[in-house]
């Protein structure tokens, strides 16, 4: 299997859609992040039914599929049923707007961490590739890795986000 053209929406949900059904994300209901359902056949928050996975095609051709990660796929009615009440903001952890410079500096370094982790983790998903080729796997084996889609237009200062 090859990808072709993939079709990424810098946001996470309709991306994922994509990716998990080779489609793009307005085909299986997925316009925007699942929390949103407009109505719409192409905005429901969810995969539709009628689109199916990778995985669902792999499994119905005998490959034994696995995932992990954040996938964002659950509606605002699946993650609040009535009467949740979301919890509090975790103490001492303030709005990025609200923080010291030096904070600021803090987190941006945690941030430089996160990307060296992303780094050593690139280099051992090579070592696995490399040990799949070496059992004679890798051409039964499919390996996708998908880091953070970036920034958004949708969110932009209108929502009180820094640009």
């Not at 905005?43 to 990778?54: C, E, F, K, L, Y």
């Not at 941006?108 to 050593?120: K, S, V």
């Amino acid at each position: 299997m090859r990808y072709t053209n993939f079709h990424t929406t810098a946001l996470c949900s309709p991306t994922r859609a994509c990716l998990l059904t080779g489609r793009n994300h307005h085909s299986v209901g997925m316009r925007f992040v699942s929390n949103i359902d407009s109505g719409f056949s192409n905005s429901r928050g969810v995969i539709s039914p009628s689109a199916a996975t990778m995985a669902e095609m792999f499994r119905d051709h005998g490959y034994g599929t696995f995932a992990l990660g954040k996938w964002h796929f659950a509606t605002l009615e699946d993650c609040s049923p009535e009467g949740t009440i979301l919890a509090p903001r975790n103490p001492g952890v303030e709005p990025w707007d609200k923080l010291h410079d030096a904070n600021k500096a803090v987190y941006l370094r945690m941030q430089e961490a996160f990307a060296g982790f992303l780094d050593h983790t690139a280099d051992q998903v090579g070592r696995l590739i490399d040990f799949l080729e070496m059992i004679d796997l890798l051409d039964d084996t499919i390996v996708m890795s998908v880091s953070d889609n970036s920034a958004n237009q949708e969110t932009g200062t209108s929502l009180g986000t820094p640009l």
